[in-house]
């Protein structure tokens, strides 16, 4: 009679577990080291183990150390490159909280900066990082918890998504923005920044006043100063 090797059936074995796993893995977009202890329920080393062959197979995606977006998933919504875009904004969300989309990439998408915006940018009270994967880079600068407010929602199927109106983006781009002068802020703002104003709407102008006037910086009240002053609010 035929006979199954110890090698063969720990292949057949190993080929069951992943077929059990990837119905899972193409509904979730992002798991994390403890969902995964939950599919595999055995120790710390038989994780660590199938999180390799997943990882090895392109199964999954590292993002941080215990956190991983689905290859499956992504694939599934691949072919909407709208989707694609908003599945990593929304991850941008969840790998590092609290946290909302802003600076330059939401600028680039309200059409205010022209230059297109590969990172993903965002604020946090968490310590400032960046994390390079697969997927792209996700950018994060800390802010003072009495500054992070302001955020907006947008929708992704089920989800949602936290980012900054322009108003906001706009505040905490020139927040963390560095200046060596009054004249270097004037040049910056005038040209050298290539900024669309148009874009800028009265309930878009009138907001950024608050948030300035809430913020009480000086610097921001500076900067608010000089775009008076310039007839761009």
């Known amino acids: 009679c035929f006979r199954i090797g110890k090698n063969n059936y720990q292949f057949l074995n190993n080929m069951n577990k992943i077929d059990e796993i990837l ?16 599919l595999f329920r055995g120790t710390e080393d038989t994780e660590s183990y199938w999180i390799r062959r997943l990882m090895k197979g392109g199964y999954l995606i590292s993002i941080k150390k215990g956190f991983y977006a689905s290859d499956f998933y992504l694939k599934s919504i691949n072919s909407n490159r709208q989707d694609s875009e ?5 991850l941008s969300n969840i790998i590092l909280e609290p946290s909302y989309i802003s600076l330059e990439y939401a600028l680039f998408l309200r059409g205010i900066i022209p230059e297109a915006v590969t990172a993903i940018t965002s ?21 003072k918890p009495e500054l992070f407010f302001g955020w ?27 200046f060596i002068s009054r004249a270097d802020a004037i040049d910056f703002i005038e040209s050298r920044g290539r900024f669309n104003w148009d874009v800028l709407a009265i309930n878009d102008k009138e907001e950024f006043m608050k948030i300035v006037e809430k913020s009480g910086s000086p610097k921001m009240t500076t900067i608010l100063k000089i775009m008076k ?4 609010v």
């Open 23 to 38: 119905p899972v893995l193409a509904k979730m977009p992002y798991l994390t080291k403890q969902n995964l202890g939950m």
């Open 86 to 90: 908003l599945f990593k904004e929304y």
């Open 123 to 143: 604020v946090s009270t968490k310590t400032s990082r960046t994390y390079n994967t697969k997927l792209g880079s996700f950018l994060y600068k800390t802010i």
């Open 152 to 178: 907006e929602i947008k929708e992704f199927g089920e989800k949602k998504i936290k980012i900054a109106p322009l108003s906001k983006a706009l505040f905490d781009y020139f927040y963390f923005k560095k």
């Open 229 to 232: 002053k310039k007839g761009i």
